[in-house]
């Protein structure tokens, strides 16, 4: 065995011992006692600030769960979390998704909560569409799509949607939404041309003047876009 492939193991022991919060047994082979700090002392501080760092990102990232927590006095599923879902994340945005989806499959009743923290980190981290039409590109073409914005995220929960958006820099939310354009946003999840948007109202039974309204409306609000159509065909 090279020196390198032992680095790597012993490397890689240290990084579960941490994780699992145990001493394994090869470690006291390879790490030198330094009293009057024990191996095992010194592998707790790891531990511990490791923990503690989760707990941290976890409640900047999720700042409705932590006011639940501290509300509720509760901080046995975080704990439980991350027992259970040691970090092998580099990126720890990456461990914030696994939490979203551990919380809305073991505790529904906070997932309305959970993912209305998440789609505001992401959207806000998102960048706007290159491919993004202003009024008088759109005024001037007949060949354009409709779809939401990119920063613009939708989910029902329950009873509960949410829409969450970015508005000039600003990411705002919404819970109460009518049910038509509702349906009209959810419709937009993928590019639609003038025309499907005329076969949408004919199928939905909505007016295709209330849906032309809305449009406007969702674009100056800077919940959808329009962008051409990458068959540049017509459409109108």
């Known amino acids: ?86 970090s092998i994340y580099q990126n720890l945005a990456e461990y914030s998704e696994l939490f979203v989806n551990y919380i809305e499959q073991n505790y529904s009743e906070l997932a309305h909560l959970v993912y209305l923290d998440w789609f505001e980190i992401l959207s806000s981290h998102v960048r706007e569409p290159k491919d993004q039409l202003t009024f008088m590109d759109i005024q001037e073409t007949n060949n354009f799509l409709v779809k939401l914005k990119p920063s613009t995220f939708i989910k029902r929960i329950g009873l509960t949607t949410l829409l969450v958006f970015r508005q000039n820099g600003e990411v705002k939310s919404i819970s109460d939404v009518d049910a038509d354009v509702l349906t009209l946003l959810f419709y937009l999840k993928s ?46």
């Open 1 to 86: 065995m090279n020196k390198l492939n032992k680095l790597a193991e012993i490397q890689n022991l240290i990084q579960m011992s941490v994780r699992s919060r145990t001493l394994p047994q090869d470690l006291n082979h390879v790490v030198i006692e330094k009293p009057p700090i024990s191996l095992e002392q010194r592998l707790n501080i790891y531990q511990s600030a490791y923990v503690i760092r989760l707990k941290e990102s976890l409640r900047d990232d999720f700042p409705r769960i932590e006011k639940y927590l501290r509300i509720e006095k509760d901080n046995h599923f975080v704990d439980n979390f991350i027992k259970e879902n040691p």
């Open 191 to 236: 590019p639609r041309s003038i025309d499907d948007l005329v076969k949408f109202s004919v199928k939905e039974n909505i007016d295709f003047n209330f849906i032309s309204q809305q449009l406007q409306k969702l674009i100056q609000n800077n919940i959808i876009y329009c962008c051409i159509s990458a068959k540049g065909e017509s459409y109108v």
